[in-house]
T-cell receptor
Framework: ETGVTQSPTHLIKTRGQQVTLRCSSQ?????VSWYQQALGQGPQFIFQ???????GRGNFPPRFSGLQFPNYSSELNVNALELDDSALYLC?????????????FGPGTRLTVT | KQEVTQIPAALSVPEGENLVLNCSFT??????LQWFRQDPGKGLTSLLL?????REQTSGRLNASLDKSSGRSTLYIAASQPGDSATYLC???????????FGEGTQLTVNP
């Protein structure tokens, strides 16, 4: 197991609601990335945070937003939920600056939008 | 735009077989390549990471190779076991950033 934790494990929301997902990075890591994985597909990059600043964003609308805190933990917020937002949301932490950037994933949060 | 393809999409083999999973990517300017394992409904477990300057990495029964110029990587699993049954994902990090671009995975079933 990695030292990356995510909460909650799963949740069910209604279309139009807002949701916040949380991620605690592995000790010593300064970078957190978020991915969305739809059923049967590979994960898609949402965005990355490095030292509390957004450091790259994938092809996701602005209603997907995030934060990174001084302890390098992170939140993913999704507003105005749509049915297509139903997916496994994965958080990965890494240590930028080592020249390797190996990413370690948490167990994920399963979001179901009805 | 980087695209990653994995072949085959699914593979079923008897226990004990050696097997090869394939991964190809369109932009050879990568920083590194990672192979992951994913059990149903679970997160990703990193198996092997190959830096762009390396040709292969080994861990136990797993061996991953990288041919950056041709945009290909293979994951070799020796003496497969039922516990190896999972989805295997290949992902690359481009030279310009730290985002992983994933393939859609190979679903492996090892039959006892």
């Amino acid at each position: 197991e990695t030292g990356v934790t995510q909460s909650p494990t799963h949740l069910i929301k209604t279309r139009g609601q807002q949701v916040t997902l949380r991620c605690s990075s592995q000790s010593g890591h300064n970078t957190v990335s978020w991915y969305q994985q739809a059923l049967g597909q590979g994960p898609q990059f949402i965005f990355q945070y490095y030292r509390e600043e957004e450091n790259g964003r994938g092809n996701f609308p602005p209603r997907f937003s995030g934060l990174q805190f001084p302890n390098y933990s992170s939140e993913l917020n999704v507003n105005a939920l749509e049915l297509d937002d139903s997916a496994l949301y994965l958080c990965a932490s890494s240590r930028t600056g080592t020249g390797v950037d190996e990413q370690y994933f948490g167990p994920g949060t399963r979001l179901t939008v009805t | 735009k980087q695209e990653v393809t994995q072949i085959p999409a699914a593979l079923s083999v008897p226990e004990g077989e050696n097997l090869v999973l394939n991964c190809s990517f369109t932009d050879s300017a990568i920083y590194n390549l990672q192979w992951f394992r994913q059990d149903p409904g679970k997160g990703l477990t990193s198996l092997l990471l190959i830096q762009s300057s390396q040709r292969e990495q080994t861990s136990g029964r797993l061996n991953a190779s990288l041919d950056k110029s041709s945009g290909r990587s293979t994951l070799y699993i020796a003496a497969s076991q039922p516990g190896d049954s999972a989805t295997y994902l290949c992902a690359v990090i481009g030279a310009s950033g730290s985002r992983l671009t994933f393939g859609e995975g190979t679903q492996l079933t090892v039959n006892p």
